[in-house]
């Protein structure tokens, strides 16, 4: 398994954060995503920079792996920055560079973006570090449950995303597998002209498919000897419950969210 | 409790069929084992037991209900099957969701539910990994979950297609002990699919398929008598009972043919050795 | 071809919160054209372990050393090398198959390898007569057939590359007995009349000890001891505390020296040895 990128990742904790429910911290998110693009103050990003690290630290994910796991992000916010600062065209003129006429406004305004950014990739990554993706799923079954009346198959999406979530990893270990298996065979798929890379993916994609496809046949006959009749009319044994610290999380989000709003508004 | 009556099967553009005119009768509370060669047709007779086949001619009945498209939901209540492959039979994201699921399709009330799925993980002293992720899980845990998740259901009938080839033998040890313990104290009906044969001589009876007929249905001590014409059906006769095929040629024998090496070691002791 | 690991440590996921020691402080050598079987429970790194015997996995640090190659460190190009000279079938090989026909199956390595293609075609026959199918499978889809056959062309697929080492990960699981035998024969066979060593990998304790002539046993990604078949049978005891079932025989010899006193040798436990110390016991009489 590759472990270079860790957006989707769970690692099982005990913390404040791990034990929230899922619904708290979707809505937290959206709530902070919110407030990253209503305000264009400088000194509430160091505000914000604050709450992330607190999130970070109150998460007991060791921030090493979250720098490390998130490397590819930080080329895109480096870059996004120097972007800013290259091309952005208001304010005062500061210097040149090689032709290009610095302004302060594109420090300011690449700070900003790529500020949201990352604050937006971090927050993100730590919802999925610390929430199992089938409360991820329950959570969002839950948002959407008032559109079952319109008639879209909210349940049966449901039972789809959780499946999905459920052959992740064995899939994973199947294409590890495959792969090693071919390889052992002589098969080297990353060297050589593109055109050969991609013809020498089909021995690793064929058997996956085949293999996903016996899975899916299997695992809906095992569903059907079980009596798995259709999503509807069934009872549900997972719940998630809203405790009193989530009420109080979600009130003081709302809370401050807003009077960030006003303030800066 | 189970009746085939002329059944004949053959799968969806195959030319010849897996059985033809096969009867057969399961009483309640057996414990009857299907071994065969791969290819025998042993599992395509676990999947007509339970409507994941229906027969292409001739009757399967249930509890005198008949195996339809339309009754087969019923019967699976009835009915419940453990599959070969661990990994392909998890259907829910943890231990609990997976027992859950089950009872979730006969839409148990949730209080019910947690009654029952505590009850069946402690019977197949899963307890302690309720929580647990099937990827967390090794092969014979797996069964042992797929066996809870039955379990819940409260069938009358389990069936087993070969639900101990895929484990290492810790795994499978302890998957037999506990269908052994099922079937003593609850008195369920227990099918077993195998080409193992030691698993087979634990059960009450032993019906061997060959090229989709009958080749041999009684006790396991006169089938493993059968010796070496076991080969002729691509069967490995276990090791006491090629000990005991030397024995008899030298005239030493026993009461009845042995089922496993103490029952023979015994025996030789006390006919012969005891003073 | 002589493999040796020394000091092998392997770690997945180092300095992650997901680290896991797969294997640890590994130090044995299979002799060349040994019938080596490295047994241990599921989960005690068998298949880390075998992933190192062609480079797909190299040591987190220790050193394994095969023929003249040695790991860590080795570039691509002896890397492949390495691979040709040793084969790998993983357990299940019938899910690697993808070509039209059994033939491009078979191909498949070779040209991978850029080995004499047209030389190797008219070996095709025999490599399928090897594992038990005939030349009629030649020009068949891989998928129209049965999954024993399957994994006997996968297994043919490795077997054509003629490689000195052969590696294999429970290559019997699924078959019938009968099917089960006539791999084990053919992997003697390759062995004894081939020279080729041969490396298996299983929890079977019966494959294991009526096959091999070295036991590499592994426990917890330790290495619990290196040991003959013949020495194996004495520590009964010993291997079912690291979860390993002993085969029947063993079991069945154990049972009848407590039980009836019989003089056990230490050779190894057949049907024909096990019945003759019956009949010699039980010709001794009840007054021995």
Not at chain 1, 155 to 180: F, G, V, Y
Not at chain 2, 26 to 53: D, F, H, M, P, Y
Request: proline share 4%.
């Amino acid at each position: 398994m590759k472990q270079s990128f860790i957006l989707g990742q769970y690692i099982p904790r005990d913390s404040f954060i791990h034990r929230l429910d899922p619904r708290t911290k979707i809505i937290s998110l959206i709530l902070f995503v919110i407030t990253m693009f209503v305000i264009d103050r400088l000194f509430i990003y160091s505000l914000l920079y604050g709450f992330v690290l607190g999130c970070v630290l109150l998460s007991t994910i060791p921030i090493t792996y979250l720098i490390k796991g998130l490397k590819p992000v930080w080329w895109l916010v480096v870059i996004t920055f120097i972007f800013h600062v290259l091309f952005q065209r208001d304010g005062e003129a500061l210097f040149d560079v090689f032709g290009f006429i610095i302004y302060d406004q594109g420090f300011i305004q690449g700070g900003e973006i790529a500020s949201r950014l990352l604050l937006m990739i971090v927050m993100a990554t730590l919802l999925t570090l610390t929430t199992p993706p089938l409360a991820i799923t329950d959570a969002m079954r839950w948002f959407l449950a008032p559109l079952t009346r319109l008639g879209l198959p909210i349940n049966e999406l449901a039972i789809m995303m959780a499946i999905s979530l459920r052959l992740i990893p064995t899939m994973t270990e199947e294409m590890d597998k495959i792969s090693k298996a071919q390889a052992a065979r002589g098969l080297d798929y990353t060297r050589g002209r593109l055109r050969d890379r991609l013809k020498a993916l089909l021995p690793l994609l064929i058997p996956l498919f085949i293999s996903a496809f016996k899975r899916a046949e299997a695992l809906a006959m095992a569903m059907e000897a079980r009596g798995y009749q259709g999503a509807d009319h069934r009872t549900s044994y997972r719940q998630i419950a809203f405790r009193t610290m989530d009420y109080i999380i979600v009130c003081l989000m709302t809370t401050a969210t807003v009077s960030i709003y006003l303030m800066t508004g | 409790m189970i009746e085939l009556e002329q059944v004949s099967f053959r799968y969806q553009n195959e030319a010849s069929h897996v059985f033809e005119n096969l009867n057969l009768t399961i009483e309640q509370g057996e414990w009857v084992a299907i071994v065969g060669r791969n290819g025998s047709g042993k599992s395509t007779l676990a999947k007509l037991l339970n409507g994941l086949c229906l027969a292409t001619s001739g009757v399967v009945r249930v509890n005198h209900t008949v195996i339809t498209s339309e009754s087969k939901h019923q019967v699976r209540t009835q009915i419940g099957m453990v599959f070969q492959n661990p990994e392909n039979q998890f259907v829910g994201t943890t231990v609990a969701d997976d027992v859950a699921f089950g009872l979730e399709n006969l839409a148990v009330p949730r209080d019910t539910m947690i009654k029952r799925i505590d009850q069946s993980l402690e019977q197949v002293d899963m307890t302690a990994y309720k929580n647990h992720e099937p990827s967390r899980l090794s092969g014979g845990q797996k069964q042992r979950v797929a066996l809870a998740s039955v379990l819940a259901m409260q069938p009358e009938v389990i069936v087993l297609d070969e639900a101990t080839s895929m484990l290492d033998p810790i795994g499978k040890e302890q998957v037999l002990s506990i269908i052994q313990e099922l079937h003593e104290q609850l008195d369920v009906t227990v099918i077993m699919v195998t080409h193992d044969l030691n698993e087979a001589a634990l059960a009450d009876r032993v019906i061997t398929l060959n090229e989709g007929t009958v080749w041999f249905d009684g006790k396991p001590r006169e089938f493993l008598e059968k010796g070496d014409q076991l080969h002729e059906v691509g069967l490995e006769p276990p090791f006491v009972t090629k000990v005991y095929q030397q024995l008899s040629r030298q005239s030493i024998t026993v009461t009845q043919e042995p089922l496993h090496y103490e029952e023979l070691v015994d025996e030789l002791w006390r006919l012969y050795l005891k003073t | 071809m002589e493999i040796v690991f020394e000091d092998v440590d392997y770690i997945y996921q180092p300095n992650t919160p997901l680290e896991h020691v797969a294997l640890q402080d590994l130090s044995f050598t299979i002799p060349s054209q040994s019938f080596t079987a490295i047994v241990g429970r599921t989960g005690s790194g068998k298949s880390t372990l075998l992933q190192q015997l062609n480079g797909l996995l190299q040591p987190t640090s220790g050193t394994v050393t095969i023929g003249n190659t040695r790991l860590p460190g080795v570039k691509a190009k002896p890397l492949k090398e390495l691979r040709r000279r040793v084969g790998l079938v993983f357990q299940y090989p019938e899910h690697q198959l993808f070509e039209e026909t059994v033939k491009q199956e078979l191909l498949f390595g070779p040209k991978n390898f850029g080995l004499d293609l047209a030389q190797l075609e008219a070996q095709l026959p025999q490599v399928l007569q090897d594992v038990g199918l005939d030349e009629s499978f030649l020009e068949r889809s891989p998928f129209t057939l049965s999954g024993g056959q399957m994994k006997r062309v996968a297994l043919a697929s490795v077997l054509i590359l003629d490689s000195e080492v052969l590696v294999l990960d429970e290559p019997t699981a699924g078959l019938d007995p009968v099917g089960k035998k006539q791999l084990l024969q053919l992997f003697r066979y390759l062995n004894e009349e081939k020279g080729k060593t041969v490396v298996l990998v299983t929890h079977n304790m019966e494959d294991a000890m009526a096959y091999a002539d070295q036991l590499v046993v592994l426990n917890d990604g330790c290495i619990d001891r290196v040991t003959s078949p013949k020495h194996l049978i004495e520590k009964r005891d010993q291997l079912e505390a690291i979860g390993l079932a002993p085969p029947e025989s063993i079991k069945f010899v154990d049972y009848m020296k407590q039980t009836l006193d019989v003089n056990w040798n230490g050779h190894e436990a057949t049907v024909v040895t096990v019945s003759q110390a019956l009949i010699n016991r039980i010709k001794a009489g009840a007054n021995k």
